[in-house]
């Protein structure tokens, strides 16, 4: 029996819980497991739908980390000169290929699967929420994904349907919301500085040049908490320049389901105008502060206010879910599921980073795999009815 997309749960269980662990910011690690909960309903490739992991599997071992000792020879030549710092790694995005149902086949691919856009909120050395995450935490996640065959695209990508992913591979999001100063800072040197999460972004992608250094930035009105805009305008143009996206996530970071349609769309508008000033593109999507939907859903994707106006591809909650793909006909723009990053304890046991990246490994049929080819959508046959209307034409079915 062919498995059929439809709707994930939007504003379920899940999203209250994380509303309810960002709210109360400087809460201890997560309590007591809500529940099971099975897989979302997705496309996969063959005939045999997966059951979720009944086990809890162990955790990997993080990876190892370069440790360069000096050389213990002396030496009668003179001291060398201190090497150049190592260069950034570009974002450039693949060479594509033209997919034929052949090639298509070839690699299993399936873009009407599952992608993990994955949610960070503070990247600090002692955590003190439980949506913190600690420098290595980030490091050894993003090399996992890296090891995997994961590659980074933006959320306007994702949201755009420009899925420019290497055949074969995964694309997954890589998401920071509040614009922390742990997120983006330059040193002395005028080069991102350590332990932040652009830092790690290009340490991984040196280490894996495969994992493509993108990430979003979702800021409110202090960006990467800098006070004077020339400093907001300078660090948004650099990562900007460098191919990440910094975009929308409100003025104030409110619960926009307990304020009126006008103030939603003020506490938008007034941080587009800010970016505007900034010198950085209109943001084409935006995170729920919360994940907590208006109650006037269309307002959050689009709106007006003090002549600023703003038109959303999409608009992604703080949830615990795998995204279904943009060309699904489940899919919807106005609430994109997200997944937080975190390990398996608590409610995280079935809801966070760890357990959903080992359910896509141990079930990789339900996993978007790209063609390489940004112009079809590649999916067996028997799913190519899944596909929403408006990709039919693209349809590359094998």
């Not at 994904?145 to 997954?172: N, S």
């Not at 939603?264 to 007034?270: C, G, K, L, T, Y």
């Not at 939907?293 to 600023?308: L, T």
């Amino acid at each position: 029996m062919r498995p059929s997309l439809s709707s994930t749960r939007v504003i379920g269980a899940a999203n209250v819980a994380v509303i309810l662990v960002a709210v109360v910011a400087l809460m201890i690690m997560p309590g007591d497991d809500p529940g099971d909960r099975s897989p979302p309903e997705a496309v996969k490739v063959g005939q045999i739908q997966p059951t979720p992991p009944s086990g809890r599997p162990s955790s990997p071992a993080p990876s190892g980390q370069p440790s360069g000792q000096p050389s213990a020879q002396p030496s009668a030549q003179p001291s060398a000169q201190p090497s150049e710092p190592a260069p950034i790694p570009t974002a450039s995005q693949p060479p594509a290929v033209v997919a034929t149902p052949e090639f298509a086949k070839q690699v299993k691919a399936n873009e009407a699967g599952l992608v993990p856009i994955i949610m960070y909120h503070r990247i600090i050395k002692k955590r003190v929420a439980s949506i913190d995450r600690t420098p290595d935490q980030l490091r050894q996640e993003l090399e996992k994904l890296a090891k995997q065959g994961y590659v980074p695209i933006t959320a306007a990508e994702f949201a755009a349907g420009r899925i420019q992913v290497p055949a074969g591979k995964f694309p997954v999001v890589l998401t920071f919301d509040d614009g922390h100063p742990s997120h983006f800072a330059m040193d002395d040197q005028g080069r991102p500085a350590k332990n932040t999460a652009v830092a790690i972004i290009y340490d991984v992608a040196r280490k894996y040049p495969s994992f493509r250094p993108v990430a979003t930035f979702w800021v409110n009105h202090y960006p990467f908490g800098l006070q004077k805009q020339e400093q907001q305008a300078s660090a948004a143009q650099w990562l900007h320049r460098q191919g990440f996206e910094v975009a929308n996530h409100t003025w104030t970071h409110p619960n926009l389901r307990a304020m009126g349609t006008k103030k939603v769309r003020e506490q938008i508008a007034r941080l587009e105008r800010m970016l505007k000033k900034l010198g950085v593109p209109p943001s084409t999507t935006m995170a729920l502060p919360f994940g907590s939907m208006p109650h006037k859903k269309k307002a959050a994707r689009k709106g007006e206010w003090g002549g600023v106006r703003y038109d959303f591809d999409a608009v992604f909650l703080a949830g615990a879910e795998p995204s279904l793909s943009p060309f699904a006909k489940g899919y919807d723009p106005g609430a994109v599921q997200r997944i937080q990053s975190n390990g398996k304890k608590g409610e995280c046991r079935k809801w966070c980073s760890q357990y959903w990246l080992e359910w896509l490994q141990k079930h990789p049929g339900w996993r978007y795999v790209s063609d390489g080819d940004p112009d079809r959508v590649s999916v067996p046959k028997k799913l190519q009815g899944n596909i929403a209307a408006k990709r039919r034409d693209q349809v590359n079915a094998y």
